[in-house]
T-cell receptor, first 116, second 115 residues
Framework: DTEVTQTPKHLVMGMTNKKSLKCEQH?????MYWYKQKAKKPPELMFV???????INESVPSRFSPECPNSSLLNLHLHALQPEDSALYLC???????????????FGPGTRLTVL | DQQVKQNSPSLSVQEGRISILNCDYT??????FLWYKKYPAEGPTFLIS?????DKNEDGRFTVFLNKSAKHLSLHIVPSQPGDSAVYFC??????????????FGRGTQLTVWP
């Protein structure tokens, strides 16, 4: 299995809703990432988990809350989002987040989030 | 501050010809470079990478060249095919220092291959 899967594919939510994005990989990778991507822009790093511990938080607002229940799963909990948070949210994984030659990150298809 | 730059937002090439996508970087700590391809509404797909100990890496129709002194890399696709039409992102990472674990992306180049 060489895939990163993400659910749901699309999500529409109101500003008062609470929802979660899910990501799964079965490649034995020990680093997992959340990115946000706006149209015609590169992916923007949000969080990095290394060996199930949060190692990088790119000063993301607290309305985004990541969780790594085990080495294969990564969640992103959403609460009280703003319309400007509408974007494609990408999950990625790599063998590790350390040695750069292992940092080939494999991306999931993304969740297209719309905040009304 | 953009540490990885792709100065051409778009490139148009005829099918069968060579496509050359360019990328420049500013951080001398970067020692691993990657190219990703992205179709609309999909996640980026890893294409090819190169370590700073090499100056060339080839995989089928795709070759990446690295010029460390110029802090420049390029992706060559030959022959180009219509299915190669996508946005190509250059990315860089460092194996040491405070940037460990991060990929720094360029803004991407939209490649269009026409028949």
């Amino acid at each position: 299995d060489t895939e990163v899967t993400q659910t749901p594919k699309h999500l529409v939510m109101g500003m008062t809703n609470k929802k979660s994005l899910k990501c799964e990989q079965h490649m034995g990778h020990r680093a997992m990432y959340w990115y946000k991507q706006k149209a015609k822009k590169p992916p923007e790093l949000m969080f990095v988990y290394s060996y199930e511990k949060l190692s990088i938080n790119e000063s993301v607002p607290s309305r985004f809350s990541p969780e790594c229940p085990n080495s294969s799963l990564l969640n992103l909990h959403l609460h009280a989002l703003q319309p400007e948070d509408s974007a494609l949210y990408l999950c990625a994984s790599s063998r590790s987040s350390g040695q750069s030659s292992y940092n080939e990150q494999f991306f999931g298809p993304g969740t297209r989030l719309t905040v009304l | 501050d953009q540490q990885v730059k792709q100065n051409s937002p778009s490139l148009s090439v005829q099918e069968g010809r060579i496509s050359i996508l360019n990328c420049d970087y500013t951080n001398s700590m970067f020692d691993y470079f990657l190219w990703y391809k992205k179709y609309p509404a999909e996640g980026p797909t890893f294409l090819i990478s190169i370590s700073s100990i090499k100056d060339k890496n080839e995989d089928g129709r795709f070759t990446v060249f690295l010029n460390k002194s110029a802090k420049h890399l390029s992706l060559h696709i030959v022959p180009s095919q219509p299915g190669d039409s996508a946005v190509y992102f250059c990315a860089a990472s460092a194996s040491r220092g405070s940037t460990l674990g991060r990929l720094y992306f360029g803004r991407g180049t939209q490649l269009t291959v026409w028949p």
